[in-house]
């Protein structure tokens, strides 16, 4: 099924009543979207264990296959400091970070099939030199407790996004300019 973000509300009125339930996996979008803006980002990376992952995830962020896109292990706690602490780790860095800081994320599409959620994001990332909006595709895949066992994330044009971006990003450190605040 295919809803739109406006219509959420009342896809989750209809939802049937398999495991996982279509409320149990957008209630995760929900607080995923939450966790993955900075501050909270760094407090989740601290945490370790992501509440929200199963013990055996499996996940990838596809940044850019020469970049960080990697095949990661198994263990939850190693995977949930990767994909929070990537981001979170940079958000408190001196120096400007080159892959950004993510702000706040808009969920602009939807599809929820069994137990197989695809959400586009619109995203907002801190570069310190520009705030540029990103936009992302997750895919998550729920165990029957409604826990994520495997995940993907993609940046779209991110090649294009990167050419405009670390420039900027290295005109700035060249200068020895430092994140201003
Ligand atoms: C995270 O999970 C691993 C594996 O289950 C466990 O060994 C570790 O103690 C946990 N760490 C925290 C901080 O909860
Ligand atoms: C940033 O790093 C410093 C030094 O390691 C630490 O004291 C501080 O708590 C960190 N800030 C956040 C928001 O994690
Ligand atoms: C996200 O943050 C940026 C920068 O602070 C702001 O301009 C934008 O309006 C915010 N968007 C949403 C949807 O909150
Ligand atoms: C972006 O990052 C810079 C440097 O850390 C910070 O001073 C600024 O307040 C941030 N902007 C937003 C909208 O978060």
Known sequence: M??????VALTLAGSALADPTLQ?????????????SYPRNVEVAKSINYTGFSEDVVG???????FIGRELNTEAYTLSQYLFGLFA????????????V???GTLVDLVAEKNLVIATTLREFNWTVAIVP???????????EGLVTQYDAILYRSSALFANIWPKVAKAVIKGTQPTS
């Open 89 to 100: 780790g940079l958000a408190n860095s001196t120096t400007t970070p080159l892959l950004g």
């Open 102 to 104: 993510p702000i706040n």
């Open 24 to 36: 149990q996996m957008l209630g995760f979008l929900k607080q995923f979207n939450l966790d993955f």
């Open 134 to 144: 990103t936009l992302w595709q997750l895919k998550f895949l729920f165990n029957d």
């Open 60 to 66: 990838r962020v596809d940044v850019t296959e020469t």
């Open 2 to 7: 295919r809803v739109s973000a406006c219509t």
